[in-house]
């Protein structure tokens, strides 16, 4: 394997920004051996992932407009949507019973550490964006592409997710007129499919895509009405909910729980599904908190990021957890868990109750929440594609603007025909556990992101190179940094990521224990407990030694606090709820994410605009050399002549 002078995969080797020639694979094994070449092709391999994105490039200042009211109300609009409407049926029903209120904390709990990581992520980047735009700016290309194909995953389900609910819910409105004939008319009879094409889910997508393919934006004003109904809604619903209310329907006894047709409901009570299944409703309840990540990403326009971002972001997912409280302990005890309809749960609960005109309300504030909900989901993502096929690792001609409509047309009418192809093929149970493991990923990524980045040695220019002194001796007294560095070193940065990248596999081992072996745990079982204790103190080991490291000096807008602890508890929170997602979705995760490293070893990577930089730096360097030269022969001849 060998990299060409003038194709080489090299960006960051000093002797080729001055013109030299790249010291390639073959040349380095014609000199060491199997050895050296080796060694060659990791430091090539390793520069092409590192390689970062100049902060300055593009720089657009946006006017410091939003308050923290303003971004509150962003965050709330963006999030509160399906989780209200359609997941407090179907997490009640499945998953945690009555305790579903506690699943929906805990996913809150993960969601408020994420979100300040992600305001850390933004504070560091003098430039609004997503969380591909900061990793790629401080961290470096792969982690970017990752974040990047992560999230177009998280606007592509969320999409999909939202409008199959809308879908749903229009079907339960008509008394399934819809879903009755699609199966009639085309069934698919498959465990890893939905029942029928969903033709009107398509639709609608379509219709949302090239209105805004283009150039139709998204409505401030209509946003803004939306939300403001929504929350009416979730009101009303609290309100007249409470009229109805017992609280024997959170105390069913076993006895009372139906057993017909296989199905099992748990033991009744309180949490009929024991902690398990609150977890596992915590792990589908996440769902329900994506989309604060825009407040975030808001940082340039906000009038005082340092303050107002962390306190939207918390404000934000405070206010949207007390509506999925107050909602789903309505719904819970309005009438038992186990008789909730876990698709359009409040129109059935209204039927029961002989209210249908509430059934109508109800549905309008569903309609009009899940139409938000979907354009916050439809519209930000040409904007990622846009970005990462500007950038050159996705391919380019998804990135090109129609001239006419000032939009990435392509890009956005394929975005809409994947999204509207998934919404049509998969059940919404599906969509949302593949959003959450997307989600719960890209969230552990920022996180271990902000942990590098905390305790990164300054890059400097002023600075002279700093040798590695990498041996067994040191290494051990950087752990715990016993000659008590100030400033972060080259050694303390490099064991910060090896170290982040072992709590990342503790946290693997631990956490599985627990999802495995729970029972056995509580139960007192040598094997499992000695197995959790021995993951415990590792991953209380590893925090403790990162926490030991010299900090940076960096100094920013907003910071996370109690680092390493909190960040390290986010990506424990993410890694176990992960787990908690069944083998199909991780599957199809795996593909997913497969085909993204495909893309970016076979194209990406090549076609990077990083990679030309240095590229067209050479060249620059020789023309002005040759220009240099034919000068001086020029002047050579004048004088000789």
């Keep these: 394997m060998t990299f060409p002078e003038e194709n080489s995969f090299l960006n960051g080797d000093n002797t080729r920004g001055r013109g030299m020639p790249a010291y390639t694979v073959g040349q380095a094994y014609a000199d060491g051996g199997i050895k050296a070449g080796a060694a060659r092709a990791a430091k090539l391999t390793y520069d092409v992932l590192s390689r970062r994105k100049a902060a300055e490039e593009g720089v657009a200042r946006l006017a410091r407009v939003l308050s923290a009211l303003d971004l509150t109300a962003l965050g709330v609009g963006s999030t509160l949507g399906v989780g209200v409407y359609v997941l407090a049926g179907d997490v009640a029903k499945n998953y945690a019973g009555p305790a579903v209120i506690l699943s929906f904390l ?38 970017a592409f990752i974040i990047g194909w992560n999230l177009i995953l998280e606007y ?17 409105l008509l008394y399934q007129a819809i879903s009755t004939k ?61 009229f109805k209310a017992d609280t024997k329907n959170w105390r069913i006894p076993a006895s009372e729980v139906p057993r017909d047709k296989g199905t099992d409901f ?52 405070l206010v949207v957890f007390l509506a999925y409280c107050g909602v789903s302990s309505v719904l819970t005890l309005m009438i038992p868990y186990y008789m909730q309809d876990e698709k359009a749960p409040f129109p059935y609960v209204y039927d029961q109750l002989g209210w249908p005109w509430a059934r109508y309300a109800v549905s309008v504030g569903a309609i009009c929440a899940l139409c938000s909900s ?29 001239e006419k409509y000032q939009t990435p047309l392509v890009g956005t009418m394929v975005a809409g025909l994947f999204t509207g192809t998934l919404a ?34 300054s890059q400097s220019v002023h600075r002279a190179a700093e040798p590695l002194n990498l ?45 495995q072996h729970g029972d056995a745990i509580l139960a007192g079982e040598a094997g499992p407990v000695a197995v959790f204790a021995i993951g415990t103190a590792l991953v209380v080991f590893t925090l403790y030694a990162i926490s030991r490291q010299p900090v940076s000096e960096k100094k920013l807008a907003f910071s996370v606090p109690l680092v390493p602890w909190l960040p390290g508890l986010s ?51 020789e023309l002005h050399n040759d220009s240099q030269t034919a000068l001086l022969q020029h002047n050579l001849q004048h004088t000789i002549g």
């Excluded at 592509?156 to 339960?172: F, P, R, T």
């Excluded at 919404?428 to 959450?436: A, E, F, N, T």
């Excluded at 303390?492 to 709590?503: A, D, N, R």
Aim: aromatic fraction near 12%; include cysteine; charge should be positive.
């Design 156 to 172: 592509i389900i969320g999409a999909a997710s939202v409008v199959k609910a809308l879908s749903e819910y229009l079907d339960s």
């Design 182 to 242: 699609l199966y009639e008319w085309m069934p698919m009879d498959s465990p890893h499919l939905a029942r029928y094409p969903d033709l009107f889910a398509f639709t609608v997508v379509m219709a949302f895509s090239v209105a805004l393919a283009f150039g139709v934006k998204e409505s401030t004003k209509f946003n803004n009405f939306c939300t403001g109904v929504n929350l009416c809604v979730v009101l009303f619903v609290i309100i007249s909910g409470s």
């Design 424 to 457: 049509m093929m998969f059940e919404l149970k599906q969509l949302i556990h593949m959003m959450s493991i997307g989600t719960l990923l890209a969230y552990s990524m920022v996180a271990s992101c902000v942990l590098l980045l905390r305790y990164e040695r």
């Design 106 to 143: 805990l996913a809150a709990v993960a969601s408020v550490f994420a979100g300040l990581c992600y305001a850390e992520f933004g504070a560091r980047v003098p430039k609004a964006g997503s969380a591909y735009v900061y990793s790629y700016v401080c961290v470096g290309e792969f982690i």
């Design 471 to 515: 041996s067994v001796r040191s290494a051990l007294r950087q752990l715990l940094n016993s000659e008590g560095h100030a400033t972060p070193t080259r050694l303390s940065s490099s064991l910060v990521g090896v170290l982040v990248t072992l709590y990342g596999v503790w946290c693997l081992v631990m956490m599985n224990s627990v999802h």
């Design 571 to 621: 990506i424990l929170i993410n890694v176990y709820l992960m787990l908690n997602l069944d083998y199909m979705t991780w599957l199809r995760f795996a593909v997913w994410i497969a085909a993204g490293l495909l893309i970016y070893v076979t194209y990406g990577a090549w076609h990077s605009s990083e990679r030309r930089k240095p590229l067209d730096a050479v060249q620059l360097a």
């Design 374 to 402: 979907l354009l916050g989901a439809v519209f930000p993502l040409p904007r990622i594609i846009y970005a990462m096929a500007s950038d050159g690792l996705l391919f380019q001609f998804m990135g090109r603007v129609s």
């Design 266 to 317: 748990g033991s009744g009570g309180f949490a009929p599904y024991g902690i398990a299944g609150i977890i596992k409703g915590a792990a589908v309840c996440f769902y329900g908190f994506i989309g604060f990540d825009c407040v975030a990403t808001a940082g340039e326009e906000a009038r005082r990021p340092q303050k107002s971002i962390p306190f939207a972001v918390v404000a934000s997912l």
